[in-house]
T-cell receptor, first 115, second 114 residues
Framework: AQSVTQLGSHVSVSEGALVLLRCNYS??????LFWYVQYPNQGLQLLLK??????LVKGINGFEAEFKKSETSFHLTKPSAHMSDAAEYFC?????????????FGKGTKLTVNP | NAGVTQTPKFQVLKTGQSMTLQCAQD?????MYWYRQDPGMGLRLIYY???????DKGEVPNGYNVSRLNKREFSLRLESAAPSQTSVYFC?????????????FGNGTRLTVT
């Protein structure tokens, strides 16, 4: 069964510092990969997705993620954190097997940005 | 530009009571979903509706029922609430029943069962 592991339930960075949120997945077939962001008291919003093609994917708000098949990873990065990036981030993986498509979310990483 | 609207925003129930969570989308999406979010658990799919007139179980359907009333509306019913159903419930929609099609989420319903 596919699974998603987000390393670190809480990550704290200083404003202007690099943001790195880690995501590893297990999947027996090439997956679709997603990052969603959840601001306080809101639903999730799509940040970026990887389906096929270029392995470096750019998303909204300056975030990007790189699909590394050999490492089964899809880590999210942003060169310089902003206070408005404080939120919870969810990695998700989908795959289709036997005609059934499933989307599995990681448990989330809460990002705190310190002034 | 409402997107996905959920009502109510908050609800407190006693064990055994019933209620219906309402969800409506104005994006002409075909597929709609109900998730629950619990601390440290991520999101888990309860039920989904790939298109108007169809519904299917997700990962955690026990204790819930759904109705796809029309293309816009997808409701979630708790017939006899239990404390284990205390959670934040999110409705989502997408153009088609494919996760390549991004999910659009409502702002959630925070349910407490005492």
């Amino acid at each position: 069964a596919q699974s998603v592991t987000q390393l670190g339930s809480h990550v704290s960075v200083s404003e202007g510092a690099l943001v790195l949120l880690r995501c590893n997945y297990s999947s027996s077939v090439p997956p679709y990969l997603f990052w969603y962001v959840q601001y306080p008291n809101q639903g999730l919003q799509l940040l970026l997705k990887y389906t096929t093609g270029a392995t470096l994917v750019k998303g909204i708000n300056g975030f990007e993620a790189e699909f590394k098949k050999s490492e089964t990873s899809f880590h999210l990065t942003k060169p310089s954190a902003h206070m408005s990036d404080a939120a919870e981030y969810f990695c998700a993986v989908s795959e289709t097997q036997g005609g059934s498509e499933k989307l599995v979310f990681g448990k989330g990483t809460k990002l705190t940005v310190n002034p | 530009n409402a997107g996905v609207t959920q009502t109510p925003k908050f609800q407190v129930l006693k064990t055994g009571q019933s209620m219906t969570l309402q969800c409506a989308q104005d994006m002409n999406h075909n597929s709609m979903y109900w998730y629950r979010q619990d601390p440290g658990m991520g999101l888990r799919l309860i039920y989904y509706s790939a298109s108007e007139g169809t519904t299917d179980k997700g990962e955690v359907p026990n204790g819930y029922n759904v109705s796809r009333l029309n293309k816009r509306e997808f409701s979630l019913r708790l017939e006899s609430a239990a404390p284990s159903q205390t959670s934040v419930y999110f409705c989502a929609s997408s153009t088609v029943r494919s996760y390549n099609s991004p999910l659009h989420f409502g702002n959630g319903t925070r349910l407490t069962v005492t």
